[in-house]
């Protein structure tokens, strides 16, 4: 059973803009602390930005300043707008859903490229 649909992904010169986003069950976007993780060629997957269920967010020194999480609850849908884009932020990009007691979910991931 998918619990997780990300889309947004593709390609984009450095400088540019992408918006991710990540449909998630209504149990699961209530309950759990949702975020994105990426992982490039060669490395291990690292965090880049993270949402609790009482909107606290957390960043990666890396994209702080440039890159924003949301949650929208309308729509179950955690987004991640990604601006001022480097060719270091190449990477596929998964959602993830937390929960302490319960675990863990991730999405199939959706590439992003960034070119120089």
């Known amino acids: 059973q998918v619990q997780l649909v990300e889309s947004g992904g593709g390609l984009v010169q450095a400088g540019g803009s992408l918006r991710l986003s990540c449909a998630a069950s209504?149990?699961?976007?209530?309950?759990?602390?949702m975020g994105w993780f990426r992982q490039a060629p060669g490395k291990q997957r690292e965090l880049v930005a993270t949402?609790?269920?009482?909107?606290?967010?957390n960043y990666a020194d890396s994209v702080k300043g440039r890159f924003t999480i949301s949650r929208d609850n309308a729509k179950n849908t955690v987004n991640l707008q990604m601006n001022s884009l480097k060719p270091e932020d190449t990477a596929v990009y998964y959602c993830?859903?937390?929960?302490?007691?319960?675990?863990?979910?991730w999405g199939q991931g959706t590439q992003v490229t960034v070119s120089s």
């Open positions: 209504e149990y699961i976007f209530r309950m759990y602390a």
């Open positions: 949402i609790t269920t009482a909107d606290r967010t």
């Open positions: 993830n859903a937390h929960h302490p007691y319960h675990g863990d979910y």
